[in-house]
């Protein structure tokens, strides 16, 4: 039973369409994230949301828009892809509070913009 | 804000042999915690190790154990008898135990095992 999944594991789509990743995590945890690994393997956040309330919404473009309908559930959401767009998008959940506090990863949804 | 840094962008080790990959941050805090995640070729994020700030105990998992220097804000990861499914990217990371939803992770280290 996969504690964080995200659906699709693979895109590969053509600049200019709009595109979405899915969330969710069956842990109970109040806070999600979604995280870009670039291709030098940088981590990036880009947004957190806890009990579906924005709380981080790091300098990313406005293509992207979270969507949290509840707190189990955290989807990304990019229109008008661009090149730069291509990297590996990761979503994430921890415990608001108190140990051990971790984050828990999904798989990871590797976007291919060409 | 916190900053955290690996300063190993690569690393290698020989099989059964002892790695040590650096890690220092950056904090006016006392209380946080530590953690050194493992990323294989296949992409998935692992928690290798955690230590809460506030405990003086390194802690130890199995092959993996850290060194944790608090006063000099150093957070070292070793793992022990090397093993071919060790090679990965490890990524040192700190979150406050106050403001809580914010991680902050460094850029890496490659580690390679040589058979």
């Known amino acids: 039973d996969t504690a964080v999944s995200q659906t699709p594991k693979y895109l590969v789509t053509q600049m200019g369409n709009d595109k979405s990743i899915k969330c969710e995590q069956n842990l109970g945890h109040d806070t999600m994230y979604w995280y870009k690994q670039d291709s030098k393997k940088f981590l990036k956040i880009m947004f957190s949301?806890?009990?579906?309330?924005?709380?981080i919404n790091e300098t990313v473009p406005n293509r992207f828009s979270p969507k949290s309908p509840d707190k189990a559930h955290l989807n990304l959401h990019i229109n008008s892809l661009e090149l730069g767009d291509s990297a590996v998008y990761f979503c994430?959940?921890?415990?608001?509070?108190?140990?051990?506090?971790?984050?828990?990863f999904g798989e990871g949804s590797r976007l291919t913009v060409l | 804000a916190q900053t955290v840094t690996q300063s190993q962008p690569e690393m290698s080790v020989q099989e059964a042999e002892t790695v040590t990959l650096s890690c220092t941050y950056d904090?006016?805090?006392?209380?946080?915690?530590l953690f050194w995640y493992k990323q294989p070729p296949s992409r998935q994020m692992i928690l290798v190790i955690r230590?809460?700030?506030?405990?003086?105990q390194n802690a130890t998992e199995n092959r993996f154990s850290v060194n944790f220097q608090k006063a000099a804000k150093s957070f070292s990861l070793k793992i022990s008898d090397s093993q071919l499914g060790d090679a990965a990217m490890y990524f040192c990371a700190y979150r406050s135990a106050n403001t809580g939803n914010q991680f902050y992770f460094g850029t890496g280290t490659s580690l390679t095992v040589i058979p």
């Open positions: 949301y806890n009990n579906k309330e924005l709380i």
């Open positions: 994430a959940s921890s415990q608001e509070w108190g140990a051990p506090g971790e984050l828990f």
């Open positions: 230590q809460e700030a506030y405990k003086q």
């Open positions: 904090t006016s805090e006392s209380d946080y915690y």
